[in-house]
Protein backbone atom coordinates (compact mmCIF):
# COMPACT_ATOMS: atom_id res chain seq x y z
CA UNK A 1 0.00 0.00 0.00
CA UNK A 2 2.92 2.41 0.72
CA UNK A 3 4.60 2.00 -3.18
CA UNK A 4 3.98 4.81 -5.40
CA UNK A 5 6.51 3.44 -8.38
CA UNK A 6 9.33 1.64 -9.22
CA UNK A 7 12.48 2.01 -11.49
CA UNK A 8 13.57 -0.69 -13.62
CA UNK A 9 16.13 -1.09 -16.40
CA UNK A 10 15.11 -3.58 -19.03
CA UNK A 11 17.49 -5.12 -19.97
CA UNK A 12 19.55 -4.92 -16.98
CA UNK A 13 22.97 -3.35 -16.31
CA UNK A 14 24.14 -7.28 -16.36
CA UNK A 15 22.91 -7.39 -20.06
CA UNK A 16 19.86 -9.43 -18.79
CA UNK A 17 16.22 -9.16 -19.94
CA UNK A 18 14.05 -9.04 -17.06
CA UNK A 19 11.48 -12.07 -18.11
CA UNK A 20 9.26 -11.50 -14.79
CA UNK A 21 8.85 -7.67 -16.12
CA UNK A 22 5.21 -8.55 -17.19
CA UNK A 23 4.57 -10.09 -13.29
CA UNK A 24 6.25 -7.11 -11.94
CA UNK A 25 4.03 -4.23 -13.40
CA UNK A 26 0.88 -6.08 -12.70
CA UNK A 27 1.70 -6.50 -8.96
CA UNK A 28 2.24 -2.83 -9.25
CA UNK A 29 -0.45 -1.58 -10.61
CA UNK A 30 -2.87 -3.76 -8.52
CA UNK A 31 -0.78 -1.86 -5.53
CA UNK A 32 -1.71 1.60 -7.52
CA UNK A 33 1.51 2.06 -8.47
CA UNK A 34 3.26 3.27 -11.63
CA UNK A 35 6.44 1.56 -13.11
CA UNK A 36 9.26 4.35 -14.79
CA UNK A 37 11.60 1.98 -16.88
CA UNK A 38 14.99 3.28 -17.54
CA UNK A 39 15.68 3.34 -21.61
CA UNK A 40 19.62 3.42 -21.45
CA UNK A 41 19.50 -0.04 -23.01
CA UNK A 42 16.77 0.45 -25.31
CA UNK A 43 19.20 -0.58 -28.29
CA UNK A 44 19.06 -4.21 -27.09
CA UNK A 45 15.21 -4.25 -27.80
CA UNK A 46 14.16 -1.69 -30.38
CA UNK A 47 11.79 -2.48 -32.99
CA UNK A 48 11.26 -5.65 -31.16
CA UNK A 49 9.34 -4.97 -28.14
CA UNK A 50 6.75 -1.86 -27.39
CA UNK A 51 7.44 -0.85 -23.65
CA UNK A 52 3.68 -0.45 -23.11
CA UNK A 53 3.21 -4.29 -23.34
CA UNK A 54 5.51 -4.60 -20.69
CA UNK A 55 3.15 -2.70 -18.72
CA UNK A 56 5.28 0.53 -18.72
CA UNK A 57 4.21 4.02 -17.54
CA UNK A 58 6.83 6.25 -18.19
CA UNK A 59 10.04 5.69 -20.05
CA UNK A 60 12.82 7.71 -20.49
CA UNK A 61 14.28 6.76 -24.30
CA UNK A 62 17.81 8.59 -23.33
CA UNK A 63 19.97 8.10 -26.15
CA UNK A 64 22.64 6.28 -24.85
CA UNK A 65 24.02 3.77 -27.63
CA UNK A 66 20.51 3.79 -29.18
CA UNK A 67 20.04 5.13 -32.79
CA UNK A 68 24.14 6.13 -33.10
CA UNK A 69 24.77 7.82 -30.15
CA UNK A 70 27.80 7.50 -28.65
CA UNK A 71 27.98 6.36 -24.65
CA UNK A 72 28.81 9.64 -23.62
CA UNK A 73 29.30 13.13 -25.59
CA UNK A 74 25.83 14.27 -24.49
CA UNK A 75 23.96 11.45 -25.56
CA UNK A 76 23.14 10.10 -21.59
CA UNK A 77 20.14 12.07 -20.06
CA UNK A 78 19.24 13.31 -23.50
CA UNK A 79 15.93 12.23 -25.40
CA UNK A 80 11.82 11.89 -25.03
CA UNK A 81 9.81 10.78 -22.08
CA UNK A 82 6.84 8.82 -23.09
CA UNK A 83 3.98 7.99 -21.25
CA UNK A 84 1.31 5.74 -20.97
CA UNK A 85 -2.30 6.33 -20.90
CA UNK A 86 -2.57 6.11 -17.21
CA UNK A 87 -0.24 9.07 -16.88
CA UNK A 88 -0.76 10.93 -20.75
CA UNK A 89 -3.66 13.67 -18.67
CA UNK A 90 -0.40 14.80 -16.15
CA UNK A 91 2.28 15.35 -19.03
CA UNK A 92 4.21 18.73 -18.19
CA UNK A 93 4.53 21.25 -20.41
CA UNK A 94 4.80 22.25 -23.42
CA UNK A 95 4.43 19.29 -25.04
CA UNK A 96 3.47 18.19 -28.70
CA UNK A 97 0.09 16.84 -29.98
CA UNK A 98 -0.78 15.47 -33.58
CA UNK A 99 -3.66 17.48 -34.78
CA UNK A 100 -5.47 18.26 -38.20
CA UNK A 101 -2.96 20.63 -39.38
CA UNK A 102 -0.23 19.02 -38.82
CA UNK A 103 1.87 19.16 -34.98
CA UNK A 104 0.85 21.54 -32.22
CA UNK A 105 2.70 23.00 -29.41
CA UNK A 106 0.92 22.80 -26.61
CA UNK A 107 2.81 25.51 -24.18
CA UNK A 108 0.64 27.09 -21.84
CA UNK A 109 -1.99 25.34 -19.33
CA UNK A 110 -4.93 27.27 -20.91
CA UNK A 111 -4.39 25.39 -24.50
CA UNK A 112 -4.34 22.43 -22.65
CA UNK A 113 -7.75 19.93 -22.08
CA UNK A 114 -5.62 17.48 -19.80
CA UNK A 115 -3.83 18.48 -16.10
CA UNK A 116 -0.54 19.26 -16.48
CA UNK A 117 1.20 18.48 -13.28
CA UNK A 118 3.83 21.41 -13.98
CA UNK A 119 6.42 22.89 -16.85
CA UNK A 120 9.85 21.93 -17.59
CA UNK A 121 12.41 24.68 -17.29
CA UNK A 122 14.69 23.26 -19.55
CA UNK A 123 13.29 20.54 -22.44
CA UNK A 124 15.40 21.25 -25.62
CA UNK A 125 18.32 18.49 -24.86
CA UNK A 126 21.17 17.79 -26.53
CA UNK A 127 19.61 18.92 -30.82
CA UNK A 128 22.66 17.59 -32.25
CA UNK A 129 22.08 13.82 -30.54
CA UNK A 130 18.34 14.81 -32.18
CA UNK A 131 18.83 15.37 -35.51
CA UNK A 132 21.30 12.69 -35.71
CA UNK A 133 18.99 10.15 -34.12
CA UNK A 134 16.00 11.14 -36.49
CA UNK A 135 18.23 10.76 -39.45
CA UNK A 136 19.47 7.60 -38.10
CA UNK A 137 15.69 6.16 -37.98
CA UNK A 138 14.73 7.70 -41.27
CA UNK A 139 17.82 5.92 -43.03
CA UNK A 140 16.71 2.52 -41.50
CA UNK A 141 12.90 2.11 -41.39
CA UNK A 142 11.35 -0.20 -39.18
CA UNK A 143 12.78 -3.22 -40.38
CA UNK A 144 16.07 -1.77 -39.84
CA UNK A 145 15.63 -1.09 -36.84
CA UNK A 146 15.02 -4.71 -35.37
CA UNK A 147 18.08 -5.01 -36.89
CA UNK A 148 19.85 -2.90 -35.17
CA UNK A 149 18.51 -4.71 -32.06
CA UNK A 150 19.30 -8.00 -33.53
CA UNK A 151 22.95 -6.88 -34.52
CA UNK A 152 23.73 -5.32 -31.42
CA UNK A 153 22.89 -8.64 -28.86
CA UNK A 154 24.76 -10.62 -31.53
CA UNK A 155 27.35 -8.82 -31.02
CA UNK A 156 27.48 -8.67 -27.34
CA UNK A 157 26.92 -12.56 -27.53
CA UNK A 158 30.19 -12.88 -30.31
CA UNK A 159 32.26 -11.10 -28.01
CA UNK A 160 31.05 -13.60 -24.44
CA UNK A 161 31.48 -16.72 -26.41
CA UNK A 162 34.99 -15.69 -27.53
CA UNK A 163 36.23 -14.47 -24.34
CA UNK A 164 35.16 -16.32 -21.71
CA UNK A 165 37.75 -19.37 -21.87
CA UNK A 166 40.14 -16.69 -21.02
CA UNK A 167 38.16 -13.91 -18.99
CA UNK A 168 35.77 -15.04 -16.23
CA UNK A 169 32.09 -14.15 -16.58
CA UNK A 170 29.23 -13.99 -13.47
CA UNK A 171 27.04 -15.05 -16.19
CA UNK A 172 27.29 -17.98 -18.25
CA UNK A 173 24.58 -16.31 -20.86
CA UNK A 174 23.24 -15.36 -23.55
CA UNK A 175 23.17 -11.89 -22.43
CA UNK A 176 21.82 -9.41 -24.24
CA UNK A 177 23.60 -6.32 -25.75
CA UNK A 178 26.44 -6.37 -23.40
CA UNK A 179 28.97 -8.86 -22.16
CA UNK A 180 29.62 -8.50 -18.56
CA UNK A 181 33.34 -10.03 -16.91
CA UNK A 182 34.45 -9.89 -13.32
CA UNK A 183 38.41 -9.85 -12.63
CA UNK A 184 38.38 -13.31 -11.44
CA UNK A 185 40.78 -14.37 -14.54
CA UNK A 186 43.04 -11.77 -12.73
CA UNK A 187 43.43 -13.42 -9.30
CA UNK A 188 46.87 -13.81 -8.55
CA UNK A 189 48.49 -12.19 -11.25
CA UNK A 190 49.22 -8.68 -9.01
CA UNK A 191 46.86 -6.95 -11.71
CA UNK A 192 43.75 -5.30 -11.31
CA UNK A 193 40.73 -4.29 -13.66
CA UNK A 194 42.12 -0.73 -13.51
CA UNK A 195 45.52 -1.88 -15.33
CA UNK A 196 43.67 -4.17 -17.60
CA UNK A 197 41.79 -1.21 -18.81
CA UNK A 198 44.82 1.26 -19.28
CA UNK A 199 46.45 -1.58 -20.70
CA UNK A 200 44.20 -1.47 -23.30
CA UNK A 201 44.59 2.26 -24.05
CA UNK A 202 47.84 1.44 -25.23
CA UNK A 203 46.06 -1.13 -27.50
CA UNK A 204 44.33 1.69 -29.09
CA UNK A 205 41.14 0.96 -27.45
CA UNK A 206 38.62 3.05 -25.22
CA UNK A 207 38.84 1.06 -22.19
CA UNK A 208 35.05 -0.42 -21.35
CA UNK A 209 33.01 0.44 -18.77
CA UNK A 210 34.72 -0.88 -15.48
CA UNK A 211 33.55 -1.51 -11.75
CA UNK A 212 30.32 -1.36 -12.95
CA UNK A 213 27.15 -2.60 -12.24
CA UNK A 214 28.42 -2.47 -8.29
CA UNK A 215 26.94 -5.96 -8.00
CA UNK A 216 30.18 -7.74 -9.79
CA UNK A 217 33.46 -7.10 -8.57
CA UNK A 218 36.09 -5.73 -10.73
CA UNK A 219 33.64 -5.26 -13.27
CA UNK A 220 34.35 -4.75 -17.20
CA UNK A 221 31.13 -4.17 -19.29
CA UNK A 222 31.45 -4.55 -22.85
CA UNK A 223 28.93 -2.80 -25.37
CA UNK A 224 29.75 -3.09 -28.83
CA UNK A 225 26.53 -2.44 -30.27
CA UNK A 226 25.03 -3.22 -33.60
CA UNK A 227 28.31 -0.68 -35.17
CA UNK A 228 30.72 -2.89 -35.17
CA UNK A 229 31.69 -5.37 -38.10
CA UNK A 230 33.00 -9.21 -37.52
CA UNK A 231 36.33 -7.64 -38.49
CA UNK A 232 36.77 -4.90 -35.64
CA UNK A 233 35.29 -7.32 -33.06
CA UNK A 234 37.63 -10.38 -34.23
CA UNK A 235 40.93 -8.03 -33.92
CA UNK A 236 39.30 -6.27 -30.59
CA UNK A 237 38.84 -9.89 -28.79
CA UNK A 238 42.79 -10.98 -30.15
CA UNK A 239 43.68 -7.85 -28.69
CA UNK A 240 41.58 -8.78 -25.28
CA UNK A 241 43.00 -12.35 -25.41
CA UNK A 242 47.10 -11.37 -25.59
CA UNK A 243 46.04 -9.19 -22.75
CA UNK A 244 44.72 -12.32 -20.62
CA UNK A 245 48.07 -13.87 -21.52
CA UNK A 246 50.74 -11.12 -20.59
CA UNK A 247 48.59 -11.09 -17.18
CA UNK A 248 48.71 -14.82 -16.78
CA UNK A 249 52.73 -14.79 -17.98
CA UNK A 250 53.23 -11.95 -15.66
CA UNK A 251 54.08 -9.68 -17.85
CA UNK A 252 52.84 -6.82 -14.95
CA UNK A 253 54.88 -3.92 -16.62
CA UNK A 254 52.67 -3.92 -19.67
CA UNK A 255 49.71 -2.99 -17.41
CA UNK A 256 51.33 -1.10 -14.61
CA UNK A 257 53.09 1.56 -16.09
CA UNK A 258 50.14 1.40 -19.04
CA UNK A 259 49.04 4.06 -20.71
CA UNK A 260 52.55 4.57 -22.47
CA UNK A 261 51.55 5.44 -25.76
CA UNK A 262 48.83 7.89 -24.85
CA UNK A 263 49.26 11.83 -25.01
CA UNK A 264 48.24 11.91 -20.96
CA UNK A 265 50.17 9.13 -18.67
CA UNK A 266 48.52 7.72 -15.70
CA UNK A 267 47.49 10.15 -12.95
CA UNK A 268 48.76 9.59 -9.42
CA UNK A 269 45.24 8.79 -8.35
CA UNK A 270 46.46 8.73 -4.28
CA UNK A 271 48.14 12.22 -5.15
CA UNK A 272 44.59 13.50 -6.78
CA UNK A 273 42.66 13.02 -4.16
CA UNK A 274 45.02 13.94 -1.60
CA UNK A 275 45.84 17.17 -3.08
CA UNK A 276 43.74 18.12 -5.19
CA UNK A 277 44.15 21.10 -7.80
CA UNK A 278 40.26 22.79 -7.73
CA UNK A 279 40.89 25.62 -9.85
CA UNK A 280 43.99 26.74 -12.87
CA UNK A 281 46.82 27.53 -11.95
CA UNK A 282 50.44 28.67 -13.92
CA UNK A 283 52.49 25.95 -14.53
CA UNK A 284 55.32 27.19 -11.90
CA UNK A 285 51.98 27.57 -9.02
CA UNK A 286 51.41 23.98 -9.85
CA UNK A 287 55.11 22.85 -9.68
CA UNK A 288 54.95 24.40 -6.18
CA UNK A 289 52.27 22.54 -4.63
CA UNK A 290 53.53 19.68 -5.60
CA UNK A 291 56.84 20.28 -3.62
Not at 10 to 29: Q, S, V
Request: negative net charge; contains cysteine.
Amino acid sequence: DDVAAIMLTNPNTCGLFERDIIDIADALHEAGGYFYCDGANFNAIVGRVRPGDLGIDAMHINLHKTFSTPHGGGGPGSGPTVLSDRLEAFAPLPYVVAGENGFDLIELEAQSANQPFGRMVAFHGQMGMFVRALSYMKSHGSDGLRQVAEDAVLNANYVLASLQDVMTAPFAGPCMHEALFDDGFLKGTGIDTLDFAKAMIDEGYHPMTMYFPLVVHGAMLIEPTETESRDTLDLFIATLRDLVRSANAGETERFTNAPELAPRRRLDETRAARQPILRWQAAEETAQAAE
